[in-house]
C-alpha cells in the first residue's frame, strides 16, 4: 500500500485530498473506491488487497475525513465539493492511461459516483454503486442526522472500538480483527489523551435545517454504464422497492443482496468482495 495526496480546489482556497493506492502503479485497470459519510479509506482495505492483483486499486480520503483536510469554509461539505475533488484524483491517476476508471462507493461514495457516471463523457467505464439508491429516504437522513456531526470522546480506542461494534452492528456479522481495523483506522488521538472519530464535525452540514427526499432519479436515468447495486437486506438507506427498480431503469443495473446485513455492507467477507471482483473483471 502507498500513500500520496492531491491539490483540490474549493471557495477558500487548496486542500489536500489523501489517498492510498493497491497494486502495479502502471496497470491500466483502475478501480477508485470512495467511502460512506462518516467513513473513510481504510474502510477497503480488505476489499484492495483481494483486487491488487487485477486492478490498481485507488482510495480516497474524502475531504474532512481520515488524512485528507478539513475545509475552512464548511459550506464546502456537499457533493458539489467532492465531485469536484474526485474529478482532479481522476485525472491524476489516469494521466498516463486515458481510458478511465471503474468506480466503487459505499453509501455516500455510491451517491457521488451515480452522479459522476451521469455527467456527459464520463470516465466512469464500470460503476458499483453500495447500498445506495436513486432515492434516499427522508426517515433514512433524519436517522442520520441524530449522530452525524457529533463529536463523542472515549478514554481509549477499546472503548471506541466497543461504542462502534453497538452503532455500527448493522455492518453485518463481522470478525474480531475487522472491527479492530475499522476502530483502529477510525480513531484520532484528541488533547487530554481522548480518543475520537477521525472526521471533522461540520460534515453535518448538509443535515442542518428540515430535510427531504434525496432524489437522484435523472441523474440515474443519465447513467449508462454497467452497473451492479449490493444491498445489506435489512438496509434503511436502499429499500428494496428502490433497488429493484433501479433494475428496470436508467442502467438496468443487476442487483445482488446480502442476508444479516443493514447499512452497509463492508465489503470485507469474500462472499461480498467475490461479487464485486465478478462484476469488475467481466468487462
Known sequence: MKTSGVLCLDSRGFHR?????????????????????????????????ALAPD???VCPDVAGRGGSDWLEAKSDYGYAQYASD?????ARVTERDAQGIDWVGTSMGGLLGIILAARPRAPI???????????????ALERIAQYVG?????PSVDALEAH??????????????????LAVHGAVERAGGTWGFHYDPAIAAPFQGELADIDLSAYWD????????????ESDVLP???????????????????????????????EQIQAVREFLLAS
Open 55 to 57: 486492478f490498481r486499486v
Open 86 to 90: 474526485m474529478a482532479t484524483l481522476i
Open 222 to 233: 443519465a447513467v449508462s454504464c454497467p452497473t451492479l447495486v449490493l444491498r445489506g437486506a
Open 164 to 181: 462502534l461494534r453497538r452503532f455500527s452492528a448493522p455492518f453485518g456479522p463481522l470478525t474480531d480483527a475487522q472491527w479492530r481495523h
Open 240 to 270: 428494496r422497492e428502490t433497488a429493484q427498480d433501479m433494475t428496470r431503469r436508467g442502467p438496468r443495473a443487476k442487483l445482488v443482496e446480502f442476508a444479516g446485513v443493514g447499512h452497509a455492507p463492508m465489503l470485507m467477507d469474500e
Open 17 to 49: 485530498m489523501q489517498y492510498y493506492e493497491w497494486g502495479d502503479p502502471a496497470n491500466p485497470r483502475v478501480v477508485v473506491c470512495v467511502h460512506g459519510l462518516t467513513r473513510n479509506a481504510r474502510d477497503f482495505d480488505f476489499f484492495a488487497e
Open 150 to 154: 457529533g463529536d463523542p470522546r472515549f
Open 125 to 139: 467505464r464500470r460503476l458499483v454503486v453500495n447500498d445506495a439508491g436513486l432515492l434516499v429516504p427522508r426517515a
